[in-house]
């Protein structure tokens, strides 16, 4: 699907019929990370993954400048865009997780559940190494200059270690000069300090909306202790996963958020909680060829 925002195309993976969910991507790729998530959940639901502002198939406006604001508004016009009046069902990644959260906590009635992880939403948080790069000036033109291939694909395996080949392939190959503008833009915007202002809307929408934290124990990028902080119904932490768990756990993501999107499935998400016992009950294998179980998901009660 195609829709216009501003002026700019914007690129909608779209498949399945029911309750609409709307998946948001971050950086570097593009609405393929949910693609085997949209699948499983396609069944069931509505799947909308818009490709960001810049990334992918997606085209930007010179005007968008990276803000908080202007991610909630981009999210907010492109859900009006595609026909979307009512509340959707959230699914975020990354910066898609920022582009979300801003955009819910400006609409907290659009939003029936919330379920992201892999981002920063607090002031305290101090980016990570490529996060400063593109954060200067000059140099960060310069690490863009250099991006290749291999650059790339080392720094994918080494935040995501279960991420397939094929989609590190895949987002190497929809990079354009305009998505590495849009990446120095969105770091550079991105002060932390400025997540200072949205805290009490953070607060007042979890306590609101049903919201479920996932996050990889791995991530070199976003340290996992963030995902207790969001004071979420649910939280889970991937031990196996790196950053990308929306790919490297796609079968586990796809099943919890079918459970916990569920229409009447109660505010503390009851069935998502038990799918997650489920997970942790699974033995899986470890590099050392041992075998281990997911980690306790935790829940913060409903009253």
């Not at 979890?206 to 979420?232: C, N, S």
């Amino acid at each position: 699907m195609k829709v216009t925002v501003n002026g700019r195309r914007v690129h909608i993976s779209e498949c399945g019929e029911g309750p609409e969910v709307l998946l948001l991507h971050g950086n570097p790729d593009s609405s393929a990370l949910w693609r085997p998530v949209m699948q499983s959940l396609s069944s069931k639901y509505r799947c909308l993954a818009p490709d960001l502002p810049g990334f992918g198939r997606s085209e930007v406006d010179e005007a968008f400048d990276g803000s908080l604001e202007a991610m909630a508004a981009w999210t907010d016009e492109v859900l009006s865009a595609a026909g979307i009046d009512g509340a959707v069902s959230l699914a975020a990644h990354d910066f898609g997780g920022i582009f979300g959260l801003a955009w819910a906590i400006s609409n907290p009635r659009r939003v029936r559940r919330i379920a992201a992880g892999g981002f920063p939403f607090f002031p305290d948080y101090q980016w990570h190494f490529w996060g400063r790069v593109w954060r200067t000036p000059v140099i960060g033109e310069l690490s863009m200059r250099c991006l290749n291939r291999w650059l790339l694909s080392r720094e994918m395996r080494r935040g995501g270690p279960r991420l397939p080949q094929s989609h590190i392939s895949e987002t190497f190959a929809l990079i354009s000069p305009a998505m590495k503008k849009t990446v120095l833009k969105l770091y550079r915007a991105t002060d932390p300090c400025k997540f200072a202002d949205w805290q009490e809307g953070l607060r007042e929408l979890v306590e609101q909306v049903p919201t479920m934290i996932l996050w990889g124990k791995r991530d070199p990028f976003v340290d996992p202790a963030y995902a207790h902080r969001f004071g979420a119904r649910i939280t889970h932490v991937f031990p196996e996963s790196g950053h990308w768990f929306p790919m490297e756990e796609s079968e586990d993501v796809a099943r919890l958020l079918a459970d916990f999107f569920e229409p009447g499935s109660g505010a503390s998400g009851g069935t998502a909680l038990s799918r997650l016992r489920e997970l942790q009950r699974k033995p899986r294998a470890t590099h050392s060829g041992r075998t281990a179980r997911n980690g306790q998901p935790t829940r913060r009660s409903a009253e």
